[in-house]
Nanobody
Framework: VQLQASGGGLVQAGASLRLSCASS????????VGWFRQNPGKEREFVAA????????YYGDPVKGRFTISRDDAENTVYLQMNSLKPEDTAVYYC???????????????????WGQGTLVTVSS
C-alpha cells in the first residue's frame, strides 16, 4: 500500500492548513488511517486517526479542538484539517495506514504497517 502525503508548508501562527493522504489501494476504505508527526531527535507523536468506517476518530491531546481528520472514500484520501496552528505544531507529518489495527493500538506508531513519505509543516510565530 502506497501513501502520498501532501499539503504541508510554511504558515504563520493562527493560520490553517489541510494535509492530504492519498492512496491508490482499491481497498483503502477498509484501512484505519493515522497521522503522526516528528521533529529531529524526538519520537514520533500521535496526531489523529480515523477508523475504516469513519465512525470513530481519535486525536492527540495537543491538537484536540483544533485539528479534524476526515476521509473521502470515493477519492481514496484522508484529510487532516489543521486550524489555529501554533509554532509547536511544526514537524514533519506522516500518514500511516493499517488494515487490521486493533482499537487499543490506534496511537502506537509501531502498530501501523504502511507509511507515507511525510510532509513538512512549519508554523512561524
Amino acid at each position: 500500500v502506497q501513501l502520498q502525503a501532501s499539503g504541508g508548508g510554511l504558515v504563520q501562527a493562527g493560520a490553517s492548513l489541510r494535509l492530504s493522504c492519498a492512496s491508490s489501494e482499491r481497498t483503502f476504505r477498509g484501512y484505519t488511517v493515522g497521522w503522526f508527526r516528528q521533529n529531529p531527535g524526538k519520537e514520533r507523536e500521535f496526531v489523529a486517526a480515523i477508523r475504516w468506517n469513519s465512525r470513530h476518530t481519535y486525536y492527540g491531546d495537543p491538537v484536540k479542538g483544533r485539528f479534524t481528520i476526515s476521509r473521502d472514500d470515493a477519492e481514496n484520501t484522508v484529510y487532516l484539517q489543521m486550524n489555529s496552528l501554533k509554532p509547536e505544531d511544526t514537524a514533519v507529518y506522516y500518514c500511516t495506514a493499517d488494515q487490521h489495527l486493533i482499537l487499543s493500538a490506534t496511537m502506537a506508531p509501531d502498530s501501523y504497517d504502511y507509511w507515507g513519505q511525510g510532509t513538512l509543516v512549519t508554523v512561524s510565530s
